[in-house]
Each structure stands twice: as structure tokens, then as C-alpha cells.
């Protein structure tokens, strides 16, 4: 019976050190090398994640920003995307200002450049995040005071990173709008801090794994998760499964709790089991 696995990224196959960890390298290697199937699902764009995947022979596409895009690991090249419509990327901007959140706006600009706009850094978790890839020298990063030029461009997601209570009023007002989804969790890098990004409704890591569950043939599906953004895709899995690190509302929801991302977790599991789909 063919089998995809699916691992989340951060909290799940990376460290604390946000890297994959030499054993899981050397371990899920030997594996696919063996037949196994396994790709990754992740809220990070492919610009972050690429990098940190380098090593790893990864022969499946993967999933993106939460189900934004499904992505080539090789070529880069879309297999598909969701953007969000202009006019909502609108709205959902005055509403975090008039709440007095900073958006941090993604876009694909009017050339086909990825971008990434942000007005600031303001609290622990954006410096985590945005001082983190103005180091690295990321050349998305755009410091801007007005949002309307971005706006016009395709959007990808928008977010806002703050304390719970600064976010809640805008998480209520698009809970029912059918034409996005909020994501929302804690950072696990600036503990007390959550990240609020909302995208197209069909932009989940439900939708996208079943996506390629079924346009690669496969019969069943197993993931892997720390996070609140991975429970929609524990809710398409025949086995879903949370590291030691997870939320708690992730553990509940998993078939089994395995070890930590710090302990290679995902890639023991895996090898245990020996399970080659």
C-alpha cells in the first residue's frame, strides 16, 4: 500500500536550532533512498525553507506557507497557489492597524519577485523572525510606513505577530469570511508571543496534502506536527502523529505522541517502524 509522509517543519523535523539534525539527515536519507515517501509541510515560504532542506533527498513537491503553494523541491516551480483577493488584503491591513498591530504583508511584486513588507520591529518575536532574516540579508524584506502600493501586488498572506490579546478582536472579525483562513498559534521561538496570517480559504495543509495524496497515487497518508497549523492536516491523515514538544491540543489530537524535534523525533519514528511505503 503506497504511503505519503508529511512533516511539518519548525518544532517538528527542525531543532531548536531551526535545522534538521544530523541523524535525522543520515537517517531519512537511508530511507528514501529505500522507497520511502516522504516531503515536508510547512508555514515557512520556500525562500526560508529550501535552505534548511538542502541536504536531504527529497524527490516529492512540498507544501508552503501553510498550503499557499505547492512547490518543485528541485526546480522551484509552482505546481499550484493561492492567492488572496485585493480587496479583502485590504481589509484584513486596516483591520490589524485600527487594532494597532504592524501587518508584515507577502507578495509576489508586479515582476514575479517574492516580497515581504513589514513597518518595523516592535516585540521580541518579530525580532526573532524579521531581525533574524535582515542577518541572513533576505532580500524579500521591504521597511515601508504606507501599505497601499503593496497592496496591489499578488498576495500571499498577511500577518500579524503579537501578544494573544492584541490579536483576538481581528481573529474573531474573519472567522466567518469564506474567502480566507486564519492561522493562528503560538511562536515557539518568543514564548508569550502568537502569529495571527491569514490566506486564501483554500491556502490549508489539509487541502494541500490531500492534493498530493491524490494527484500522486497515493492510498494512505501519515503526518507529523507540533503546532496548531498542523492539526488540519492530522484531520486528513490515516495516522497523525505529534513530537514531545508539541502543543497540547496537537497531542490530544495525534495517534501517538513520539520524542522531541530535539531528539530527531520524526526521522527515529520513522526508522523504527521501518516504514517503507
Request: glycine share 8%; charged share 25%.
Amino acid at each position: 500500500m503506497r504511503t505519503l509522509y508529511v512533516s511539518d517543519l519548525d518544532g517538528t523535523l527542525l531543532n531548536r536550532e531551526q535545522s534538521v539534525g544530523e541523524e535525522s539527515i543520515r537517517i531519512l536519507n537511508d530511507l528514501i533512498g529505500r522507497g520511502l515517501h516522504f516531503t515536508i509541510a510547512t508555514a515557512r515560504s520556500m525562500e526560508s525553507a529550501l535552505p534548511l532542506l538542502e541536504r536531504l533527498h527529497l524527490k516529492l513537491p512540498g507544501i508552503f506557507i501553510n498550503g499557499v503553494f505547492i512547490a518543485d523541491l528541485k526546480s522551484g516551480q509552482i505546481i499550484q497557489s493561492h492567492y488572496l483577493p485585493n480587496s479583502l488584503g485590504e481589509e484584513i491591513v486596516e483591520s490589524y492597524l485600527q487594532a494597532g498591530l504592524k501587518p508584515v504583508v507577502y507578495t509576489v511584486d508586479h515582476e514575479g519577485r517574492p516580497r515581504v513588507y513589514y513597518r518595523g520591529i516592535h516585540n521580541a518575536s518579530e525580532e526573532h523572525y524579521i531581525g533574524d532574516r535582515l542577518l541572513r540579508q533576505d532580500g524579500r524584506f521591504r521597511l515601508i510606513n504606507d501599505y497601499s502600493a503593496c497592496l496591489t501586488e499578488k498576495l500571499i498572506t498577511i500577518n500579524a505577530i503579537d501578544l494573544p490579546e492584541k490579536l483576538e478582536d481581528v481573529y474573531l472579525k474573519f472567522a466567518n469570511r469564506p474567502e480566507c483562513i486564519r492561522h493562528y498559534g503560538p511562536d515557539i521561538y518568543a514564548p508569550g508571543y502568537h502569529w495571527l496570517e491569514i490566506s486564501s480559504a483554500q491556502a490549508t495543509k489539509s487541502q494541500a496534502v490531500q492534493y498530493l495524496k491524490e494527484a500522486y497515487g497515493y492510498e494512505r497518508l501519515v503526518c507529523f506536527g507540533d503546532n496548531l497549523n498542523d492539526l488540519s492536516m492530522f484531520e486528513m491523515a490515516d495516522e497523525c502523529y505529534a513530537v514531545g514538544n508539541a502543543h497540547d491540543l496537537v497531542k490530544k489530537a495525534a495517534t501517538r505522541i513520539i520524542d522531541t524535534h530535539d531528539h530527531d523525533g520524526v526521522a527515529r519514528f520513522l526508522r523504527e517502524r521501518h516504514l517503507i511505503g
